[in-house]
């Protein structure tokens, strides 16, 4: 398989949701960040339509696919209510990630070993649809050879920790779990398998990752929206692709 230089972004526009459904308005809108997003250069648009429905909705879903012109990226758990969303809307990419209700965000990555037969049935629905099916992995071997078994086309590898280092000031263990993401992006393009990165990232802790050869989408939303509080979304999303463009570029 040959790199890909061109580095894509997808904005994840949940915690638009989080905000207006703090107050049960109508405003701000997602589907209004979305088409920013896309107007901003993004390369794709995320949303996670979680099962206690915290910030993007059904009606989010439907109304995001009909406005944008981009991909859409449906995050979701392995259940059959979240299956039978996705069937219904077709969207270009499903990313089946971990979920527990109690939790602030996706903590970690997908037990894929834990659950390689339940998940493998749980896809092929997905792909003969057309949909590309992401998987949300730690960065480990065990877990990315067994979301190629599976038949995943792609593997996102969770860049939380990375990132929680490097803002703890643990910057020993910050560059081990760099390496630890580049060798783990190296042998999952060696099985064949499409490889993205994303959560957590921020404009201190985006280049070495977008440095990484084999990576070719980054999915980024919180910082991204939590910035354009400051500076508006079009803005933010301009200096993130800026800075993703020139770490390529190396």
């Known amino acids: 398989m040959d790199f890909i230089k061109d580095l894509r972004l997808g904005v994840n526009i949940d915690h638009v949701a989080t905000v207006r459904n703090a107050r049960g308005s109508a405003y701000p809108d997602p589907v209004r960040a979305a088409m ?50 996705a069937l219904g809307h077709e969207p270009h990419a ?19 070993v834990k659950d390689e037969s339940k998940l493998a049935n749980f896809i092929e629905p997905l792909r003969e649809k057309g949909c590309r099916v992401s998987i949300f992995i730690a960065a480990d071997d065990t877990q990315i050879r067994a979301a ?8 996102e590898l969770h860049t939380g920790a990375y990132c929680d280092l490097h803002y703890e000031k643990s910057y020993q263990e ?32 985006v280049t070495p990752i ?33 800075l993703m463009d020139k770490a390529r570029s190396k």
Do not use: W
């Open 94 to 112: 499903v990313c089946i990630v971990p979920e527990k209700r109690e939790e602030r965000t996706t903590e970690g990555g997908l037990d894929v």
């Open 148 to 155: 190629s078994k599976i038949g995943a086309h792609v593997v």
């Open 174 to 205: 910050r560059d081990a779990e760099l390496s630890r993401l580049k060798d783990m992006a190296s042998f999952a393009h060696s099985l064949g398998l499409e490889v993205h990165a994303g959560h957590g990232l921020t404009y201190d802790t």
């Open 36 to 85: 920013i997003a896309q107007e901003a250069g993004a390369d794709g648009i995320t949303a996670h339509l979680r099962e206690d429905r915290r910030h993007i909705v059904d009606e989010d879903i439907a109304s995001i696919i009909k406005a944008i012109d981009i991909p859409l990226n449906f995050e979701m758990a392995a259940t059959d209510e979240m299956q039978k969303i």
């Open 210 to 242: 977008a440095e990484l050869p084999e990576i070719v989408e980054l999915n980024i939303g919180h910082f991204l929206i939590g910035e354009s509080i400051f500076t508006g979304l079009k803005d933010a999303i301009l200096r993130m692709r800026d």
